[in-house]
């Protein structure tokens, strides 16, 4: 922060900003107790567990709700990072449909939908980063610290199958799927694996 002034002409406040900070639009929702944040690209849309063709069937351990007729797997933030599960009927504040890049998509439970907000994302710690379910930390409007979710490895964490399996080609379809092909990003994940994401995606690097 620069901030310079003149005695009967004002003061100027000058805010340089890192390049290693960005703005992430998120929604910013609640899980036992605590405040987390979610990236907004990932979410589809919010729905209450009571709306109208909403129904939920528990499979062993794990908890289906069908909505409008789709059959989506439920994972309970709660659950997964507090270890704090719901009771049996699996009841919850507010369910958010996260749809990942691969065209994946589940219900995340939270307790409570806050805002909608742009936040100001910092990297964390390498140790927090390792866990795999986070990819940033931010401020809130109390000044206390709030984590950026990783919806890839919430999904990882929970059992839901990231990888689509394409059907093979046809004779004669090689020529138009190579048409077809895209620039992509290829990178090495924190567990070692090698990734690719479409380079359209990225912002920067």
Same mark, same amino acid.
């Not at 409008?68 to 507090?82: I, S």
């Not at 995340?108 to 390792?130: G, R, T």
């Not at 990231?162 to 080609?169: G, R, S, T, W």
């Given at each position: 922060?620069?901030?310079?002034?003149?005695?009967?002409?004002?003061?100027?406040?000058?805010?340089?900003?890192?390049?290693?900070?960005?703005?992430?639009?998120?929604?910013?929702?609640?899980?036992?107790?605590?405040?987390?944040?979610?990236?907004?690209?990932?979410?589809?849309?919010?729905?209450?567990?009571?709306?109208?063709?909403?129904?939920?069937?528990?499979?062993?351990?794990?908890?289906?709700?069908?909505?409008?007729?789709?059959? =989506?797997?439920? +994972?309970?933030?709660? %659950? @997964?990072?507090?270890?704090? $599960?719901?009771?049996? *009927? !699996?009841?919850?504040?507010? &369910?958010?449909?996260?749809?990942?890049?691969?065209?994946?998509?589940?219900?995340?439970?939270?307790?409570?939908?806050?805002?909608?907000?742009?936040?100001?994302?910092?990297?964390?710690?390498?140790?927090?980063?390792?866990?795999?379910?986070?990819?940033?930390?931010?401020?809130?409007?109390?000044?206390?610290?709030?984590?950026?979710?990783?919806?890839?490895? =919430?999904?990882? +964490?929970?059992?839901? %199958? @990231?990888?689509?399996?394409? $059907?093979?080609?046809? *004779? !004669?379809?090689?020529?138009? &799927?190579?048409?077809?092909?895209?620039?992509?990003?290829?990178?090495?994940?924190?567990?070692?694996?090698?990734?690719?994401?479409?380079?359209?995606?990225?912002?920067?690097?």
């Amino acid at each position: 922060i620069a901030i310079d002034s003149a005695v009967g002409r004002g003061t100027r406040i000058a805010l340089r900003v890192p390049l290693t900070l960005t703005i992430t639009p998120a929604l910013t929702v609640m899980a036992g107790g605590q405040v987390f944040a979610l990236p907004r690209s990932f979410v589809e849309e919010v729905i209450a567990p009571q709306a109208e063709g909403t129904r939920f069937t528990r499979l062993g351990d794990a908890l289906l709700a069908e909505v409008r007729e789709r059959p =989506l797997p439920v +994972l309970d933030l709660a %659950a @997964l990072l507090l270890h704090a $599960p719901r009771d049996r *009927a !699996g009841r919850c504040g507010n &369910l958010v449909v996260v749809r990942l890049a691969g065209g994946v998509r589940y219900l995340l439970a939270v307790d409570a939908i806050l805002d909608h907000e742009d936040l100001v994302v910092k990297p964390v710690a390498p140790s927090v980063m390792a866990t795999g379910l986070y990819v940033g930390a931010t401020l809130n409007d109390s000044g206390s610290p709030m984590l950026l979710l990783d919806v890839n490895g =919430l999904a990882r +964490l929970g059992g839901i %199958a @990231l990888d689509i399996q394409e $059907p093979a080609p046809l *004779a !004669g379809e090689g020529a138009a &799927l190579e048409a077809a092909s895209e620039p992509a990003l290829v990178f090495t994940a924190s567990n070692g694996a090698r990734r690719a994401l479409p380079l359209a995606l990225a912002e920067r690097v």
